[in-house]
């Protein structure tokens, strides 16, 4: 087969196009695996770029000045929750983490060891919120909702479930950011920290 065949020089050309492109990307993107030093230095729980877990970096601040509202109309107005600890968790309908852990929460809300408010970051309707709990006959927490999702930007968070637990006198004491089993025997300690 001559050279000039088309065929063969397309192909030809490709392969060499991939194996430089391959080539580039190992000399860009390859590690040294000699070096003793970490390629990037580990989050810091005290920087405040806590992933996943919990997030201590904001101890102290203040429940949030927002009023919620449920299907009914209702409001609740979260500075009027101190007292008693409370426990704030955003979660969506379309999160599957967050309804993974609603019936832990449900269980926590049961045990009266913290009150918990459960507040939707969904933009469906509002009767459809009330209707999913109680499909999964979660009777314990009420459907609030942040349809413009106020609280995930006040928290400053991407990620849901985010859950946040605040003292009796309305000061935070730390966030969990993630999927967490709320009826865990590390949950009595985390929610110990509120007393």
Known sequence: MPLSDPLLSSRS??????GCSLIV??????????????????PSASAGSVTSGIDRSKQGS???????????????A???????????????TWCAPCVAELPTLDKLAASGAVRVVTVS???APPQKIAAFLTDMGLTRLPAWLDPDN???????TATLPTTVLYDSTGREV?????????????????????R
């Open 13 to 18: 050309l490709k392969l060499a196009v991939l």
């Open 25 to 42: 990307a190992a000399a860009l993107g390859g590690c040294d695996r000699q070096s003793d030093k970490a390629a990037q230095p580990a």
């Open 62 to 76: 203040a429940l949030p000045d927002f009023t919620l509202a449920d299907p009914a109309g209702a409001k609740l």
């Open 78 to 92: 979260l500075a009027s929750l101190k007292g008693k600890p409370v426990l704030i968790n955003l979660w969506a």
């Open 121 to 123: 970051q969904d933009a």
């Open 150 to 156: 106020d609280l995930s930007g006040h928290y400053n």
């Open 174 to 194: 730390w966030r969990f950011v993630g999927e967490h089993d709320w009826g865990s025997p590390q949950t009595a300690a985390l929610i110990a920290e509120a």
